[in-house]
């Protein structure tokens, strides 16, 4: 099965840097998942590792360790439609199991 | 394309009613999903898809049916609605060539069991 973990709630100031830590135990492992989702809305892909070290995608950049079963989501240069969920998600075969999500909340 | 529609928006029930969640995809993918949401919780797999006229159990399938007549299409069922059944319903696609397996969703949809 899968044991996935994630912070419940973080909060910045705008402009600034958020790292958001996902941990995972798992039987299996093909790739690990970043969605974002704003409140009352679906959500929407934002990265995918499947090879350990970094991906960056303009101010969103996300990190990998698969032997510390281990990801991070880096949100730089916050700005205030940052404020939503972001959702951690392990990938095996074709089906995810995500984790519960960070709220991030962006303080002007 | 439309990507993933879902209907209805909104829905209310009683408990006991049964009703029919509608989701359709126009990106001819073979994968399709249906997870719920809880407050302060994870998605939660329902049931799932891999083409028309396979479906399988994922987590949390107790109270509900789906089929898959095409690949377009992957209705959700509820028969003998219960309060527990409140949630926001989420259904989803994802491509087979490529690929991460990435998933895309539809908007939700928002019942109350009352």
């Known amino acids: 099965g899968q044991n996935i973990d994630q912070p419940t709630e973080m909060t910045a100031t705008e402009g600034a840097i958020v790292q958001i830590n996902c941990t995972y135990q798992?039987?299996?492992?093909?790739?690990l998942f970043w969605y974002q989702q704003h409140a009352g809305e679906a959500p929407t892909f934002l990265s995918y590792?499947?090879?350990?070290g970094l991906e960056e995608k303009g101010r969103f950049s996300s990190f990998l360790s698969r032997s510390k079963g281990y990801s991070y989501l880096l949100l730089k240069e916050l700005q205030m439609k940052d404020s939503a969920s972001y959702l951690c998600?392990?990938?095996?075969?074709?089906?995810?199991?995500f984790g519960a999500g960070t709220t991030v909340t962006v303080r002007a | 394309n439309a990507g993933v529609t879902q209907t209805p928006k909104f829905r209310i029930l009683k408990i006991g009613q049964s009703m029919t969640l509608q989701c359709t995809q126009d990106?001819?993918?073979?994968?399709m999903y249906w997870y719920r949401q809880d407050p302060g919780m994870g998605l939660k797999l329902i049931y799932y898809?891999?083409?028309?006229?396979?479906?399988d159990k994922g987590e949390v399938p107790n109270g509900y049916n789906v089929s898959r007549s095409t690949t377009e299409d992957f209705p959700l069922r509820l028969e003998l609605a219960a309060p527990s059944q409140t949630s926001v319903y989420f259904c989803?696609?994802?491509?087979?060539?490529?690929?991460?397996?990435?998933?895309?969703f539809g908007p939700g949809t928002r019942l109350t069991v009352t």
């Open positions: 590792n499947v090879l350990d």
């Open positions: 998600a392990v990938r095996r075969d074709y089906k995810l199991s």
């Open positions: 989803a696609s994802s491509p087979t060539t490529g690929s991460s397996y990435e998933q895309y």
């Open positions: 798992t039987s299996g492992f093909n790739g």
């Open positions: 990106m001819n993918h073979n994968y």
């Open positions: 898809s891999v083409g028309a006229g396979i479906t």
